[in-house]
């Protein structure tokens, strides 16, 4: 499998920030809980694959095996960091994992059930645009198969702030980082629709990691209102699940104009 690597990264990290010195551990592990409680709910109800080959983009340390259990999953992972990919192997959190960036990847058309960007496109707008991405992740895609992408939501009242702090130029000293952008629901679904993708978009959480447990508790409340679509756009955090349409059965003509 012949993975192209690109030179492109993340920002580095700066460790100290503003909001560091604010958050407190358990609080930030109570929302990351929450989180992939809500990110496997949505993903079993409306994927409901028993089984197949994904590919997990920017894998990092958690490639979402979570999402996708070993052995019915056969999970590769691909980053831009080689002690991660080797990681990700040796602690069986991926079958195979190989280095290469998001964009640039030279693997067969149509050999994935899924392809998974979990907290990774809001990195790699921060470079440049996302069309190769999604149009990637179509290419990669079986028939019926689907992309699923986990990220910060810019209509959230926190990600608004956060664009707002980027904007000013002063993001890395209140959250440590340049490249966390939030991204706009519709550019999300718009972006899966021109790579050919039938998406879908829920909210996966209305809280902040950083607010006291308490605070979290009371907000966790609106989760369950997430996959409305009125009500999905103002998600802290967003699945897009976009679909690559099914093969058509032999005879069938399709209904899409030319």
Same mark, same amino acid.
């Given at each position: ?186 550019? @999300? $679904?718009?972006?899966?629709?021109? *790579?050919? #993708?039938? !998406?879908?978009?829920?909210? &996966? +959480?209305? %809280? ?30 967003? @699945? $897009?699940?976009?679909?690559?349409? *099914?093969? #058509?059965? !032999?005879?069938?003509?399709? &209904? +899409?104009? %030319?």
């Amino acid at each position: 499998m012949a993975v192209v690597a690109s030179p492109a990264g993340s920002a580095p990290y700066q460790a100290g920030s503003l909001l560091d010195r604010l958050s407190r551990r358990a609080a930030l592990e109570r929302h990351y809980r929450q989180l992939m409680r809500r990110e496997l709910a949505i993903v079993e109800r409306r994927l409901g694959l028993p089984g197949g080959d994904v590919l997990s983009v920017g894998c990092g340390w958690n490639p979402g095996r979570h999402l996708f259990p070993a052995p019915a999953f056969r999970l590769v992972g691909v980053d831009a960091d080689a002690a991660k990919v080797a990681g990700v192997v040796e602690t069986g959190r991926a079958d195979e994992a190989h280095v290469g960036h998001a964009g640039a990847l030279s693997l067969p058309e149509g050999s994935f059930d899924v392809v998974l960007y979990r907290l990774v496109l809001h990195h790699i707008v921060y470079q440049g645009p996302l069309a190769l991405c999604f149009e990637e992740a179509a290419r990669l895609l079986r028939p019926g198969g689907a992309l699923v992408a986990i990220e910060p939501g810019l209509w959230h009242p926190v990600g608004a702030g956060l664009a707002i702090a980027n904007r000013a130029g002063v993001a890395t000293a209140i959250h440590g980082t340049p490249d966390d952008v939030p991204l706009s629901p519709r550019r @999300l $679904l718009a972006e899966a629709r021109a *790579a050919g #993708l039938e !998406p879908e978009l829920h909210a &996966l +959480t209305y %809280s902040w990691r950083r607010l006291p447990q308490r605070a979290q508790s009371v907000l966790e409340r609106l989760d369950g209102i997430g996959s409305r679509p009125r009500a999905a756009v103002f998600g802290h955090t967003l @699945l $897009l699940l976009a679909r690559k349409p *099914a093969a #058509l059965r !032999p005879g069938e003509r399709s &209904l +899409t104009r %030319s």
